[in-house]
């Protein structure tokens, strides 16, 4: 089988990609010597974070970038624009730390929504303040939100957070859904002995209010560089905790490039998804790219290099050079991001600093 248009193997889920020739060709899209295509960027808009959760970042925070650094709205403006009108980007998922803390946040996504073809948006949150704001997102052109929420439990939640703003996020899933940013999907990562024993809860809450439930298997990217696997829950313990208590048959629709295995819920139409980001790692068929708020491109989560495409346009690159930039940058994906491999490093930036 073979890429519309690229000639080009396609990269099987799950399985492993086979290395082609060093030939690129004339194409204009993100594309990888593996035969993947980038049609989802992550944009980073912040790396500030008003949560301390434990498998993100220390109590006291980190050192957030300075302000000069950080790509303006005209800039972020720009290179979405080039990824959407000249590389063949269809979403953009607005990420952080938390994105809801950048200022003019509803005035950005409107000027994205203004290209042509227009993108697909979303919005990865905490959901802290969201239902204050949901109404003004969803009219400059936001599509749906997913809402990071690990627990029920307010004591919990507070010792995951290190913040007491349960409240705080149930509020802001509600905000959604009246604001009609739907599906509304939660994401929860379980932690053996602190959040391990809530999977079906978690889902008994989701399919009582109507939202899409995701877990996602915790991933090396803390700041502090603990995590271990011994501690972290995997999809073949989550699957199992839940089909304990209902019945789950695998999702005829899933889409190849998404993350999530699906699952119906007692014979559908609601689903659950399992991110198996460790132990059925889905890199054959990863079709994101992601640029930091800082302005830089990285082509894996777990990527130890960066490409600057901040510096180049502010030293005056025009926009085919930016493109040109990112089209080498994809070029040199690795297959997949070898957290098995023996000589496996964390990358130095945590997930708050690279976008979800």
């Given at each position: 089988?073979?890429g519309?248009?690229?000639g080009?193997?396609?990269?099987r889920r799950?399985?492993a990609?086979?290395a082609?020739?060093?030939?690129?060709?004339?194409?204009?899209?993100?594309?990888?010597?593996?035969?993947?295509r980038a049609r989802?960027?992550r944009?980073?808009l912040?790396?500030?974070?008003n949560?301390?959760c434990?498998?993100?970042?220390?109590?006291?925070?980190?050192?957030?970038?300075?302000?000069?650094?950080?790509?303006?709205?005209?800039?972020l403006?720009?290179?979405i624009?080039?990824a959407?009108?000249?590389?063949?980007?269809?979403?953009i998922?607005?990420t952080?730390g938390?994105p809801?803390l950048r200022?003019?946040?509803?005035?950005?996504?409107a000027r994205?929504a203004e290209?042509e073809?227009?993108?697909?948006m979303?919005?990865?949150?905490?959901?802290?303040?969201?239902?204050?704001?949901?109404e003004a997102l969803?009219?400059?052109?936001?599509?749906?939100?997913?809402v990071s929420?690990?627990?029920?439990?307010?004591e919990?939640?507070?010792?995951?957070?290190?913040?007491?703003?349960?409240a705080?996020?149930?509020?802001?899933?509600?905000g959604?859904?009246a604001a009609?940013?739907q599906?509304?999907?939660i994401?929860a990562?379980?932690?053996?002995g602190?959040?391990?024993?809530?999977?079906v809860?978690l889902?008994?809450?989701?399919?009582?209010?109507?939202?899409a439930l995701?877990?996602?298997?915790q991933m090396?990217?803390?700041?502090?560089h603990?995590?271990?696997?011994?501690r972290?829950?995997?999809?073949?313990?989550i699957?199992?905790?839940?089909?304990?208590h209902?019945?789950?048959t695998?999702?005829?629709?899933?889409?190849?490039?998404?993350?999530?295995?699906?699952?119906e819920?007692?014979?559908?139409p609601?689903?659950?998804?399992?991110?198996?980001?460790?132990?059925r790692?889905?890199?054959?068929?990863?079709?994101?790219?992601?640029?930091?708020?800082?302005?830089q491109i990285r082509?894996?989560?777990?990527s130890g290099?960066?490409?600057?495409?901040?510096?180049?346009?502010?030293?005056?690159?025009d926009?085919?050079?930016?493109?040109?930039?990112?089209?080498?940058?994809?070029w040199?994906?690795?297959?997949?991001?070898d957290?098995?491999?023996?000589?496996?490093?964390?990358?130095?930036?945590?997930?708050?600093a690279?976008?979800?």
């Amino acid at each position: 089988m073979t890429g519309i248009g690229l000639g080009i193997p396609v990269a099987r889920r799950g399985g492993a990609v086979t290395a082609l020739p060093d030939e690129r060709g004339d194409t204009p899209f993100l594309v990888d010597r593996y035969g993947r295509r980038a049609r989802d960027l992550r944009v980073s808009l912040t790396d500030k974070c008003n949560l301390r959760c434990t498998y993100c970042m220390p109590a006291e925070g980190l050192d957030w970038l300075p302000g000069s650094e950080l790509l303006t709205d005209d800039e972020l403006v720009r290179l979405i624009g080039v990824a959407v009108c000249d590389l063949g980007i269809e979403e953009i998922r607005f990420t952080g730390g938390e994105p809801l803390l950048r200022r003019g946040l509803e005035a950005l996504i409107a000027r994205v929504a203004e290209l042509e073809p227009r993108p697909e948006m979303s919005l990865t949150t905490n959901g802290i303040g969201l239902h204050r704001r949901a109404e003004a997102l969803a009219a400059a052109g936001l599509d749906r939100v997913n809402v990071s929420l690990d627990t029920l439990d307010r004591e919990t939640f507070r010792t995951l957070t290190r913040r007491d703003r349960l409240a705080d996020v149930l509020a802001g899933l509600r905000g959604a859904a009246a604001a009609g940013l739907q599906p509304v999907k939660i994401n929860a990562v379980l932690m053996r002995g602190v959040n391990d024993h809530e999977a079906v809860d978690l889902l008994r809450f989701s399919l009582d209010h109507g939202y899409a439930l995701r877990f996602i298997e915790q991933m090396p990217l803390d700041a502090g560089h603990t995590w271990s696997r011994q501690r972290m829950v995997t999809a073949d313990e989550i699957f199992d905790q839940l089909s304990q208590h209902f019945a789950l048959t695998p999702h005829p629709g899933q889409r190849a490039g998404a993350p999530a295995e699906l699952f119906e819920v007692d014979g559908g139409p609601a689903t659950v998804g399992i991110i198996a980001s460790v132990t059925r790692p889905f890199c054959g068929d990863c079709d994101r790219t992601r640029l930091t708020a800082d302005g830089q491109i990285r082509n894996c989560l777990f990527s130890g290099t960066e490409s600057d495409l901040r510096g180049r346009m502010r030293a005056g690159a025009d926009d085919d050079e930016l493109a040109r930039i990112w089209r080498g940058a994809t070029w040199a994906k690795r297959p997949g991001h070898d957290i098995d491999d023996p000589g496996f490093l964390q990358p130095v930036r945590p997930m708050s600093a690279i976008g979800g």
